[in-house]
């Protein structure tokens, strides 16, 4: 394996990044939490917005490139829309809002 657990977590949130095309000022709202070696080559990297019971699961090949289908998991129901946003950036919470919508 070529890439660390630290690489996979790195790789993971710049591709949620440029996924969700968030600027350089919001990404410090996003966390990741565990990176973690599946078989031979590839990780599951678990990304979140600290606070949130939110998750991303990201997987990240030895070849440095990011599964574009990943897979986002969150209690809350898109049709709650902003009632639990109180300090996070307005992208933040839309990003958020559309991935709770779009499950």
Not at 7 to 28: K, P, T, V, Y
Not at 50 to 61: A, L, R, S, T
Request: net charge negative; aromatic share 14%.
């Amino acid at each position: 394996m070529l890439l660390s657990e630290t690489d996979a977590g790195q790789i993971a949130l710049e591709f949620l990044m440029a996924d969700w095309n968030i600027s350089e000022d919001h990404r410090e709202w996003f966390t990741v939490f565990n990176s973690r070696l599946v078989g031979e080559s590839w990780y599951i990297v678990e990304l979140g917005v600290e606070g949130f019971p939110d998750k991303w699961f990201i997987q990240v090949y030895d070849t440095g490139m990011c599964d574009p289908n990943y897979t986002f998991i969150s209690p809350i129901r898109g049709s709650e829309g902003f009632l639990d946003f109180v300090e996070v950036p307005e992208m933040v919470a839309e990003v958020l809002v559309a991935e709770r919508k779009s499950r």
